[in-house]
């Protein structure tokens, strides 16, 4: 049996930004409860030049819409770079994910040999669908997850393997 694109992309997304939701909710549980200010978890970072919590879930959200959008040959929605809080990036992750679970699934279907061409870090890159959401987009949106679960992580958040993965 073979996985479709449909399956492997909108579900997979929108379940890794629920997860993600959860993970932050858990963070701003955590800083609530030591009395710390939100901002001490918001712009914490694994090391100086690493983008602090709040870029990562901006990313992880860019990554994951960018993604959809792409393979389904629709418009990528812009979401300005502005949250400043848990609450704000809670309203990201679920402005993403009804982005992601409106684009019509039909658009996916037949996406694995879809042309994907886009610019990062100063470089075009090309890609065949199957290839960039394996090779670019699935690698790209855990990283920036991955991240910001490590960053909560490391600052105490009472976090684990579990809460990454979420429901299975």
């Known amino acids: 049996m073979s996985i479709s694109m449909v399956q492997a992309t909108s579900p997979r997304f929108v379940n890794g930004l629920r997860n993600l939701a959860a993970i932050l909710k858990k963070g701003a549980e955590h800083a609530a ?8 978890l918001l712009q914490a970072r ?28 629709v418009d990528i929605p812009s979401f300005p770079d502005t949250e400043t809080s848990f609450d704000e990036l809670q309203a990201r992750i679920q402005k993403t994910i009804d982005f992601i679970e409106h684009v019509d699934a039909s658009k996916l279907d037949g996406s694995e ?12 890159l090309h890609f065949v669908g199957s290839q960039y959401l394996m090779g670019w987009a699935w690698p790209n949106f855990h990283f920036h997850s991955t991240t910001a679960y490590a960053l909560l992580r490391h600052n105490g958040v009472p976090l684990g393997k579990r809460d990454y993965l979420g429901e299975v």
């Not at 409860?33 to 001490?40: I, L, M, R, S, T």
């Not at 879809?114 to 075009?124: P, Q, T």
């Open 113 to 124: 040999t879809r042309a994907i061409h886009l610019k990062a870090g100063g470089r075009e």
């Open 46 to 73: 694994l090391y100086p030049d690493m983008f602090p919590l709040v870029r990562q879930v901006q990313i992880a959200c860019d990554s994951a819409k960018g993604a959809v959008a792409r393979l389904a040959g």
């Open 33 to 40: 409860a030591q009395g710390w200010d939100a901002q001490v």
